[in-house]
């Protein structure tokens, strides 16, 4: 049995499919999905998904950093509103993104700053978008950890230093997803060091889909390929990784 950390299933991308894309992925063994929020007009969407396979899927609740402007009162409003509906099993996806654009970079951090808080208060796990941000993220982080704080980078990318720094927190995991299979994408050797103990998968989909369908429609059903990377790295066994990375979702996510 495998989990879906991060999937973005309601998209439009799987307009044409969608039923058809999730029978796969249940076929393929993966049977449960955590879905992130990305801003106002990702709301039905995923709320629909979740109302069809309640067993199945997970919303979360959040603003993602890239639809962080200069003002951003009443999407934050209307987050913290339904955070408060106790609808959701995470605070998400947020984070910081200085991939795409730099200029609202002190908007981010608070935005962020506000999520965080929110999961402690609610008790809830944060989905941590960190693109070419992961110091100042972590920084923030490291400043608002204590005991009630847990969450995963989403699409861990980085070195064996930083996931280091990320396990020292002690309540988060490393999201492992495609980037594992990129012969060039360094993850491969980060994971061979840190192992994983302290990981989950997920696909991003229909992003960042993993070898051999690279350059395809990710989905939840490529998972497997994602695991068995996983297990060549950490010189382990597929069932082993699906053993980990399923009762690490579980804790974390308290489902």
Not at 237 to 253: G, K, P, S
Request: one cysteine or more.
């Amino acid at each position: 049995m495998f989990i879906d950390t991060h999937a973005h299933l309601y998209s439009s991308k799987f307009a044409d499919d969608r039923e058809a894309m999730v029978a796969r992925a249940l076929d393929a063994g993966v049977t449960k999905f955590f879905l992130p929020n990305v801003d106002h007009d990702s709301i039905d969407g995923m709320h629909a998904l979740v109302e069809a396979y309640p067993a199945h899927c997970f919303p979360m609740m959040g603003l993602h950093p890239c639809h962080v402007f200069e003002h951003n009162e009443e999407a934050m409003e209307e987050v913290e509103r339904l955070l408060r509906t106790g609808n959701y099993c995470a605070v998400g996806e947020i984070g910081i993104d200085l991939y795409w654009d730099k200029t609202w970079i002190a908007q981010q951090q608070e935005v962020f700053r506000q999520h965080v808080r929110w999961a402690k208060e609610l008790r809830l796990p944060i989905a941590i978008h960190c693109r070419e941000s992961f110091d100042e993220v972590i920084s923030i982080v490291e400043a608002e950890n204590d005991a009630s704080l847990t969450g995963v980078f989403h699409c861990f990318t980085g070195t064996i230093d930083q996931a280091r720094r990320v396990i020292a927190l002690g309540g988060f995991c490393l999201g492992i997803g495609g980037v594992v299979t990129y012969p060039k994408g360094g993850l491969f050797e980060t994971m061979r060091e840190v192992g994983p103990d302290h990981c989950v998968l997920e696909t991003d989909a229909p992003y960042l889909a993993p070898v051999p369908c690279r350059g395809k429609r990710n989905e939840s059903s490529y998972i497997p390929h994602i695991a068995a990377k996983l297990a060549e790295a950490s010189g382990t066994t597929v069932d082993e990784i699906a053993r980990i990375t399923t009762a690490n979702a579980e804790q974390l996510f308290n489902r």
